[in-house]
T-cell receptor, first 115, second 113 residues
């Protein structure tokens, strides 16, 4: 069955370190999204991509970057981890070019702690 | 992005119907109404979506007001597994930032045995 997987599921890192969170989907979806979820803020969009070589900033993109070199993967990199980036991160994907008449599929999340 | 307004919380008894309301008075003609839910310690899960007409699927029904300024998610028989945060989201169908899901605070649904 097609799926979307995130790795690692849990990570503890130190302030200032570079961290990369992986997201891999086997749906062959064009659209991929990264969200973070914090108590009191709900899910907020970090970055998103509509296809290979396309990336766009979301509402909370500072300190994060993404790259899309193939359809299946959208890794999220924290350039220099900060304690404010301690959060649960969710990756999502959806099909269709320029259509919103489809559902999005979410991964199980990565809990990141920056100490 | 157009905003949605939902009650912070609702309660239901098991096997009773649940009607979760959502107001979206600034909806545009190209916005689809999507509902997602998030069970504890899991990622959001798609429930249903629609544009103008009422929709039914195996999980729920979506009733959309004629003016599209509000909608209601209907769970026909709530189970304990339906206890979750339910998000009503407008998904933009046009412009340069199409397709994004913008989450609000959602409605926390508690289901009592």
């Amino acid at each position: 069955d097609a799926e979307i997987t995130q790795s690692p599921r849990h990570k503890i890192t130190e302030t200032g370190r570079q961290v990369t969170l992986a997201c891999h989907q086997t749906w062959n979806h064009n659209n991929m999204f990264w969200y973070r979820q914090d108590l009191g803020h709900g899910l907020r969009l970090i970055h998103y991509s509509y296809g290979v070589q396309d990336t766009n900033k979301g509402e909370v993109s500072d300190g994060y970057s993404v790259s899309r070199s193939n359809t299946e993967d959208l890794p999220l990199t924290l350039e220099s981890a900060a304690s404010s980036q301690t959060s649960v991160y969710f990756c999502a994907s959806s099909s269709g070019r320029r259509t919103v008449n489809t559902e999005a599929f979410f991964g199980q999340g990565t809990r990141l702690t920056v100490v | 992005d157009a905003k949605t307004t939902q009650p912070n919380s609702m309660e239901s008894n098991e096997e009773e119907p649940v009607h979760l309301p959502c107001n979206h008075s600034t909806i545009s003609g190209t916005d689809y109404i999507h509902w997602y839910r998030q069970l504890p310690s899991q990622g959001p899960e798609y429930v249903i979506h629609g544009l103008t007409s009422n929709v039914n699927n195996r999980m729920a029904s979506l009733a959309i007001a004629e003016d599209r300024k509000s909608s209601t998610l209907i769970l026909h028989r709530a189970t304990l597994r339906d206890a979750a945060v339910y998000y009503c989201i407008l998904r933009r169908g046009g412009g340069t930032s199409y397709g994004k899901l913008t989450f609000g605070q959602g409605t926390i649904l508690t289901v009592h045995p």
